[in-house]
């Protein structure tokens, strides 16, 4: 404890000189030792060396991207870390993340806990199944359905913006709404959809979540409030006033996910130093105001009962097999995880969603020609979740935007349990970390055919479809698969569905590679398209 003390005190610079000197003593023992036996697996020499040569793909925001052309180079596995093996192959996910095989999630998860572990990030298994029990029952689809009318109204508050917008673009009006603001031009307002999506899944999971949107749909800006002071804002569940500031909650996610990816694959003995270089230290302050947020938001939610259904309501009456309910911290970080969890995932996904879309007026087209079919002379421009619920066209064209942008497209890394496992005909001992990376087997040529980069929702109904279930793996297989599939799932269908039908997007530049930047999720950089009202 001395130790730690004594290192914490230093100033950066020495903390650095000390850091690489025991990543190196510490790496070069690993290799030479080779306690988990992958020397025989092929990849970059860096990484057999040591972890930070992930750490810095992972900071560099193209994880996923790296890890698959080093699989087009070495094959089916390649070694990312000393201790780290990246499997791409569909079989393997059932039995490194299915029911009954014993992994669990690894130390990477440890650096993305904040005021205490959550559903997402707890690493016990009993731990992890109290949490599950009380969480996946408000996420059954009978539940989720409870949730529609909250969607629906933000939907309709973004086509509010955006027919506004429109309105004004038509009399060759411009301004500064949302991020970057807009302008008319040629009968379509010209904008950038990746920030208003991000007001419409906050507002969503904000109201889900804590009671009440963040209201950036209203005031088209990233700001939300933040408890000024985590432990005053605790104190008042009890009643009274939280101090709050405002802060953009979109951004900071965004700073969270990369530092938690890299920090998350530094050892753990070398966090507290890794915390103290400038580059993780603004993260670290991330970290503590996205917390903040969630304080201030339940804290604001406890002290003014409400009779509403909604997540924080359902998460209140959970009971555990004691029949305990959650504690008010263990309630905070539950939201947290939902806010986390539910937030950018779908708007991230959205995004990626409507670039495909307007990238391929054709596709476009076929999917406009279903919703009308589907909504006929509807007059509510929101989709209803029964209206769009069975469309096979739409459900191709969002399964088809999440296999090839792949929103959570790292393999996610799990721990081989005592006695090993037996993976795609290698043995691995207990200790050994595994990960099947999603954006690889999402272009496995073998399932989804030669023409993996394009985006093609006519495949969905031409491949083998047992191949493609046992492949598709946007929201992860087993125990730790996503818990809120069904609201994710239901919010896409209701958003496309009704954007869609509503609204005819171009690319403002077609020759602009999409840019994306990876923490934990792929996120799209920015994606400017032209809107047009497609009945005006
Ligand atoms: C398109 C949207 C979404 C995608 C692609 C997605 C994807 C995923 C993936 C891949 C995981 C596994 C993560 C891991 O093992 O490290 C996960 C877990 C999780 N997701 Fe989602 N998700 C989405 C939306 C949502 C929503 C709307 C919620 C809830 C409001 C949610 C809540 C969670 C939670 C709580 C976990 C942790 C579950 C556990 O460990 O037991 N997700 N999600």
């Known amino acids: 404890m001395a130790i730690v003390e004594t290192l914490l005190e230093l100033d950066w610079k020495a903390v650095l000189g000390l850091f690489v000197a025991v990543v190196l003593v510490g790496h070069v023992v690993a290799y030479v030792s080779d306690s988990h036996g992958l020397r025989s697996f092929p990849g970059p020499i860096l990484a057999k060396l040591s972890d930070l040569w992930l750490a810095r793909v992972a900071a560099n925001g193209h994880r996923s991207e790296v890890v698959h052309e080093l699989h087009e180079k070495y094959g089916t596995f390649v070694r990312i870390a000393p201790n780290h093996l990246s499997i791409a192959d569909p079989d393997a996910l059932q039995i490194v993340y299915g029911h009954g095989n014993g992994t669990l999630k690894s130390e990477f998860y440890d650096a993305f806990v904040s005021i205490q572990r959550g559903l997402f990030n707890s690493r016990s298994r009993p731990e992890h199944a109290r949490k599950r029990k009380i969480v996946s029952h408000i996420f059954s689809q009978k539940n989720v359905l409870e949730f529609e009318p909250h969607i629906r109204l933000y939907v309709r508050q973004l086509i509010g913006q955006w027919d506004r917008l429109y309105d004004a673009g038509a009399k060759g009006l411009s301004g500064d709404d949302g991020e970057g603001g807009w302008k008319g031009r040629d009968g379509r307002v010209w904008l950038d959809c990746l920030p208003w999506y991000n007001y419409l899944a906050f507002d969503i999971i904000g109201d889900l979540a804590f009671g009440s949107p963040f209201g950036m749909l209203k005031t088209c800006k990233d700001s939300t409030p933040v408890a000024v002071s985590h432990k005053s804002a605790m104190a008042a569940y009890g009643g009274g006033e939280v101090q709050v500031v405002h802060i953009p909650a979109v951004q900071i996610l965004n700073d969270r996910g990369v530092y938690s990816a890299s ?46 259904v909604d997540l ?159 492949t598709f793996n946007p929201f992860s297989y087993g125990p730790r698969s996503c818990v809120g599939r069904n609201l994710a799932s239901m919010e896409l269908l209701i958003i496309i569905g009704s954007i869609l039908r509503r609204y005819h997007f171009v690319l403002e530049n077609p020759d602009k590679p999409f840019e994306t930047m990876e923490g934990f999720l792929r996120k799209p950089v920015d994606c400017a398209v032209g809107i047009k009202k497609r009945n005006a």
């Open 263 to 308: 920090l998350g694959v530094i050892p753990p003995l070398l966090r507290p130093l890794a915390k103290k270089l400038p580059w993780f230290s603004k993260g670290s302050r991330a970290v503590k105001d996205l917390a903040g947020i969630a304080i201030a938001a339940v804290a604001k939610r406890l002290t003014t009962p409400s009779d509403r």
């Open 312 to 470: 924080l309501a359902k998460l209140q009456q959970g009971r555990d097999d004691e029949g305990n309910l959650m504690g008010r911290e263990e309630l905070t970080a539950e939201a947290l995880t939902q806010l986390i969890a539910g937030s950018d995932t779908t708007s991230n996904s959205s995004c990626a969603i409507t670039y495909h879309l307007a990238r391929n007026p054709h596709v476009q087209a076929k999917l406009h020609k279903e919703l009308d079919e589907a909504m006929g002379n509807d007059d509510d421009p929101v989709a209803t979740y029964e209206q769009v619920k069975k469309l096979p066209y739409l459900e191709a064209v969002i399964n088809e935007a999440l296999r090839i942008h792949s929103t959570s497209g790292i393999g996610l890394p799990r721990l081989v349990p005592e006695g090993g496992l037996q993976v795609s005909g290698h043995f691995f001992p207990e200790g050994t970390v595994l990960s099947v990376p999603t954006y690889t087997i999402h272009r496995d040529r073998e399932v989804w055919g030669d023409d993996v980069d394009a985006f093609r929702p006519e495949r969905w109904f031409e491949q083998d479809e047992k191949a493609i279930q046992k």
